[in-house]
């Protein structure tokens, strides 16, 4: 059985900015194991078209993504929330092997067990080809977003 993932539901808007920053800190580490274990174990996802379900499932997910996504960033930011569910926009920057650097955007819809799992992620996202000068997303990579860099909105994103 898995260790209760504070904060836990029902959210308020401080638990919810919370849970937010905690899920884009740990994609930030770029570890898949680590990221599967805020999952239900029968945890189901919708990520673009691919429909996963599992830790297991989500560890060979992030470990596919992560060998293509290369230097990868994220920002996440609340949308929404309500007693078990949260919404978030995001942004991450990444390159391929080619070296053409991408901001892909998004929208994530989740929804929580008790114990402050998350049971069900649904993502939407679009890549957008961009320039190395235009990137926004500057720390350390596999490390969280430094407090002090800016969020989306006050990025302009």
């Known amino acids: 059985m898995s260790q209760p993932r504070p904060p836990l539901p029902p959210f308020t808007y401080e638990t919810a900015v919370q849970k937010v920053r905690a899920a884009e800190n740990a994609w930030n580490t770029r570890d898949p194991e680590r990221v599967s274990l805020a999952y239900t174990a029968d945890s189901r996802w919708r990520n673009r ?6 830790r297991a499932a989500i560890v060979d997910f992030l470990t596919r993504k992560w060998a293509i996504e290369l230097e990868y960033r994220l920002i996440k930011e609340i949308w929404a929330f ?3 569910r949260i919404a978030v926009r995001f942004a991450y920057e990444w390159h391929d092997a080619g070296g053409q650097w991408f901001r892909s955007y998004g929208n994530e819809n989740w929804q929580f067990d008790a114990s402050g799992l998350m049971e069900r992620r649904h993502a939407s996202i679009n890549d957008v080809p961009i ?8 720390w350390h990579r596999n490390s969280p977003r430094p407090a002090d860099h800016p969020g989306l909105t006050d990025l302009g994103l």
């Open 131 to 138: 320039q190395p000068s235009d990137r926004k997303f500057h």
């Open 82 to 84: 309500s007693d078990d």
């Open 49 to 54: 078209g691919e429909f996963l379900e599992g």
